[in-house]
């Protein structure tokens, strides 16, 4: 099972408030070209904290 569309379309980064999108089954990635930080999902659920994620490209 993986994260839902519809949790994809609420959720929001935590760190600039833009919306995020799926990255693959593991990550989601904000779409602000500015912060473009890539939240990790484990065992289907989304981490969003800005510690744990990941500088995007």
Known sequence: ????PE???IL???KCKS???LQ???ALKCVNPE????YPVRDD???MLV???AAGK
Do not use: Q, T, Y
């Open 1 to 4: 099972m993986a994260v839902s």
């Open 7 to 9: 949790l994809v379309e």
């Open 12 to 14: 929001r980064c935590p």
């Open 19 to 21: 919306k995020v999108e």
């Open 24 to 26: 693959g089954e593991d």
């Open 35 to 38: 912060c473009s930080l890539v």
């Open 45 to 47: 659920i989304p981490v």
């Open 51 to 53: 510690e744990e994620a």
